[in-house]
Each structure stands twice: as C-alpha cells, then as structure tokens.
C-alpha cells in the first residue's frame, strides 16, 4: 500500500534532478553571461579594469550607469552604417538561400524514396567537413589568380582576371555556401511530410500545378520556411569568420567590430555594448524561430 | 513533354546546389597534391605537403589538443544535452519549460562572436571573484560543451519523440525502478541518437575557431586558429594537405556511422517485429 506514495517520491525526486541539471547548465552558461555582458556594457574602462557599477565610496551604495558606449555607437555612423551593412548582407543571404534551397528541398522530397537518405547524407557531408577550411577553399578559388580565374582564362572566356574577391561577391559567395544546409534541411525536413493528396485534390479541381504551387505548397511550409530563414538570417547578422576571410574593406560586418573592439582595442564595455544592440536587432527573429519550431513540432505530434 | 522538361529541370537543379557544395573540396583535395609553392597554379603531382605538415610540430601539437577537446566537449554535450532533451520532452509541462527551451536554442542561433564574448566575460567575472578557472583548456571545453549541448538536445529530442513510450510503461508495469527503466529500456533505443549527437558535436567542437579564441589562454592554440591565422595571412598549401587529411578521416567516420544507423534501425525493427509477433502466439 504504501510502495505507491514511494514510488511516486522517487520518480519526483528524479523528475527534479532531470529538470535541475540542464536547468543550472545553461543558467551557468547562457542566461548569467549575457546579464554581464549587459552589466558590463554599462560600465566603462578605468584603466585597466572595468569600473565599479555599485558605488561604495560615499558610504551607501549607488548605483553607476554608464551609457556612453551606447551613445557613442548611437552618433558614430561607422558604427549605425556596420549594423546597416550587416542587417543587409544577412537579409540578402537569407533571400538567396531560399531562392536556392527551397527549390532543391522541394525536388529532394519528390525524388523517388530510395534516393533520398543518399541525398540527404550527400547534403550533410559538406556540413560535416570543417567549415574554416571550406571558407579557406574559396579564397583558392575566387582569387585574382585563383582556379577559377585561371580556367576561365585558359579557355580564353576572358582575358582579364575577374575582381571576385575581397568584396561583397565573394561574401555572398561564401555566406551562401556555408548557411544553405541550414536552409534546406528543415525546409526538407517540412516538405517531405506534405501530404500529396492535397495537390492531387487540387488537380482533380482543375488548379494549374503553378497555382497548387502558390496556394498549397508554400503556405503549408510556411513553418520550414520561417525555420530556416531564420537559421541562416542570425549568425549570418554576427558571421566573423566568412567576412574576416572572404570579406574586403567594403564588406563591413558587425561580427568583425566586435572583435576588434575586444581584441585590437581591449575595450570591453565597448565590445559589450556592440553585442547588446546585435542581441536586440535579433531578438525579434528569435522569437520568430522559437515559434516556427513550436509549431513544426506540434505538426509532428 | 512537360513533366519530362520539368523533371530535366529538376535534376540539374540539385546537380548545379551538388557541384556549388563540392567545388571547393574537392580543390581542397586536388590542390593539396600540387607541386607548387602557389596554390592555385598546377604544376605537377607531389606529395611534398604532406611530408612538410609531418614536420610541422606547431599543427601537429595543436591537433591533438583539438582532438582532446573535441572528445571530452563531446561527452559532455552528450550528457547535458540528453538531460536536457528528456526535461523538454518528457516533462513538458513544469514551470519555466519556456525558459529552458529557450535558453537551450540560444546557443545554436545566437552568433558565435556574442556567445564567445559573453561566456568569456562570465568566466573573468568568476576569476575575480574565485581565483580560477584560468583561461586554458578548460575555458574551451566549457564553451564547447555549451554549443555542444544545445545540438545534441536537438538530435536527441529527434529521436525521443519517435520513441514508443509504451515500452517505458510496459517496463515500469513489469516492475522496473526509473532509473532501470532508463538504463534498460530508454537507453539501449537511444543509444544511435546518442551516438550520432556524440560524432556531431565531436565535429563542431574540431571545427570551432571564433569561440576558441575567446576562451583560450596564452599556449593553448587548437587546430582551427592555426588555420585560421594561417589563412588570414594567405594562401598557404599545408592548409590544403590538413584539409585533406581531415576530409578523408570524416568522410569515412560519417559513412561508416550511417551504415551503422542503417544497420541498428534495421535491426530494431526486426526485433519489434519479433516481439509483436511473440505476443500473438
């Protein structure tokens, strides 16, 4: 008789510990870091350390805010044209992945069943090889006498090297590559549960497969579409690597400012601030992402 | 007519994305072969790079302690993301449910520069405050094992929500403590996701430049920021033979993972088929 109550203690207990760890995990990790990067970017450089935001030297404790990173960010325009130029570069990232991805994703889930576990694994495999040196693979490629150059030039299609690197092609170039499995996997993910009948219905009704298309396909892959946008749009917004090795001086990227803030300038709280209007601009997209999922989720069950 | 154009249309549609994603291994490969000091121009087969990166004590040093991230990062996302996929799976409604999903899917969308800064900020606060830990090896894998974790959560909530919870529940009529439950039941089906969440965060973590730098220490160099430095200062043929190497090494670790997946599902369903079948007779 009272083996139940007992029973029911331990899977509590349990039930705590299974939800505990994770919990302290990412509040250890994830929640407190960007509170002090939050704090932090209140505060400012007093030498070599960061000053005090509690102020103890009157006797009682005041509060010190500090928000001249913020306002320097707000009146330099490096600063609003670096956020400008990210928002864009993403944005245009974004558009091509799905201009690319969504048709490949549509024409992998129609490819005959047996195919496509190979398709799939063709898709991951770059995933799986190092990015960096993926990155690095293009720079052999797009430089002014890089493989491409070089070929087309041998085959006598130009006579001058093409200006392929070091600007915003070879950006995009580089953005696209590395994202588009973000793009294609969910939306493939989404398109391979949609149910046929639905465009055969259509059919039988007399819609053009051009129209079925637009009225059925996409509004139903709405949530594959959301969630891989937004899997590329956000790292794409702090992407550092890709402009870093890719990029020219035209190509300003945020990710980059922020490094040489930490890095080059040792400014902390500047670094700070740069990272909190970075959060804010992706917050919105976030939630957006959080959602989509939530829903492709509920779709599943 | 038209569904046979449309059909051409569509293949050399997912031909052109196959050979855009390709292109530039398989440079990697084929120039890591060239004679050349310069990268980009053939001048005939050798295999001098590969002899110049058996002497190059400074990739090899830092190879290895890539290698040791990449497995203890990997063990520990493992642990913390089934953790973490069984609290947002399984209990799916406590208080702060929300918060934790949330919180979990941070770290794969957030941009590598924000997580590295943020997680380095925490880690000097704690310093001050502590006096440890030192920014090293350890700061790395802690940092790792986040990104780590956050990824594994997702394959291993993959894998639990096909799961047949019945079987849980068969187990726990039958007697079975929780914790056996788990250890008898639930984890012999979810050892593949767990194995497959293992070699994924193996290679992110082996792939990690920007969060590295940010957490590692003076003497602590892993594999991808000597790349990385190498390859902001230019083309350099070493990079190709590394790339090589490692290109080779994951192309048979994921082909062989997935024969082996294949193979597990195969014989589960076998299995399920047999015990379903058991249960007629």
């Known amino acids: ?268 709280p500047m670094a700070a601030s740069v990272a909190v209007v970075m959060i804010l601009l992706i917050l919105v997209p976030m939630a957006m992402f959080n959602k989509a999922e939530a829903e492709q989720v509920e779709g599943k069950a | 007519m038209n569904h046979s154009s449309s059909r051409i249309f569509a293949r050399s549609w997912m031909i052109a994305v196959y050979v855009f994603l390709y292109l530039p291994i398989i440079t990697l490969v084929v120039f890591s072969f060239n004679d050349s000091k310069l990268v980009t121009v053939w001048s005939h087969a050798s295999t001098r790079w590969y002899s110049a990166l058996l002497n190059d004590s400074d990739l090899i040093s830092a190879v290895f302690l890539s290698l040791k991230i990449a497995f203890l990062s990997a063990l520990m996302s493992v642990f913390f993301g089934t953790f973490t996929a069984f609290a947002l799976h399984r209990y799916n409604s406590f208080r702060g449910r929300t918060l934790l999903s949330s919180m979990a899917s941070t770290p794969l969308v957030m941009p590598d520069v924000i997580v590295g800064l943020s997680l380095l900020l925490m880690l000097v606060s704690v310093q001050n405050w502590l006096g440890f830990p030192e920014r090293g090896l350890f700061t790395i894998l802690l940092g790792h094992a986040l990104l780590g974790t956050a990824y594994a959560a997702v394959v291993v909530t993959s894998r639990l929500r096909e799961m047949d919870s019945r079987l849980d529940e068969a187990a726990m009529d039958l007697g079975c403590k929780p914790l056996q439950v788990f250890t008898l039941v639930t984890l012999p089906l979810l050892l593949p996701a767990l194995v497959s969440a293992f070699l994924l965060t193996f290679t992110l973590s082996f792939d990690d430049v920007v969060l590295s730098s940010f957490l590692s220490g003076p003497g602590y160099s892993t594999m991808p920021m000597v790349i990385f430095s190498r390859a902001r200062l230019g083309l350099n043929p070493t990079i190709n033979a590394v790339a090589t190497v490692t290109i080779v090494v994951v192309t048979v670790a994921v082909v062989a993972s997935s024969f082996y997946q294949s193979h597990q599902e195969r014989k589960r369903k076998r299995e399920m088929a047999l015990a379903y079948s058991d249960k007629n007779v």
Not at chain 1, 20 to 43: D, E, H, M, N, R
């Open chain 1, 1 to 268: 008789m009272n083996k139940l109550p007992q029973f029911a203690r331990k899977l509590f207990s349990g039930h705590k510990l299974v939800i505990g760890i994770p919990y302290a995990w990412f509040a250890l990790l994830v929640a407190i870091p960007i509170l002090i990067v939050l704090k932090i970017s209140l505060s400012e450089m007093e030498m070599t350390s960061i000053s005090k935001m509690i102020d103890w030297s009157h006797g009682w404790p005041t509060l010190k805010l500090n928000f001249a990173s913020y306002q320097f960010i707000a009146s330099d325009t490096l600063y609003v044209k670096t956020y400008i130029s990210s928002l864009k570069y993403a944005i245009i990232t974004t558009i091509l992945c799905l201009a690319i991805g969504y048709p490949f994703a549509y024409f992998m889930a129609r490819s005959p069943k047996h195919l496509q576990p190979m398709l799939l694994m063709l898709i991951m495999l770059p995933f799986w090889t190092s990015f960096l040196l993926r990155i690095y693979a293009w720079k052999t490629l797009l430089v002014s006498n890089g493989v491409i150059n070089n070929i087309l030039m041998s085959l006598g299609i130009i006579d001058a090297p093409l200006a392929m690197m070091n600007n915003s092609f070879s950006l995009l170039v580089g953005m696209v590559y590395s994202y588009l499995p973000f793009m294609i996997l969910p939306l493939y993910a989404n398109l391979s549960k949609l149910d046929i009948r639905y465009l055969e219905a259509a059919a039988d009704l007399g819609t053009s497969p051009f129209k079925a298309f637009w009225l059925i396909t996409v509004p139903l892959s709405k949530a594959g579409i959301i969630a891989g946008s937004m899997l590329v749009f956000i790292p794409a917004v702090g992407e550092f690597v890709i402009p870093e090795l890719l990029g020219g001086p035209s190509t300003l990227m945020i990710g980059r400012v922020l490094w040489d803030e930490f890095f080059s300038n040792n400014d902390w």
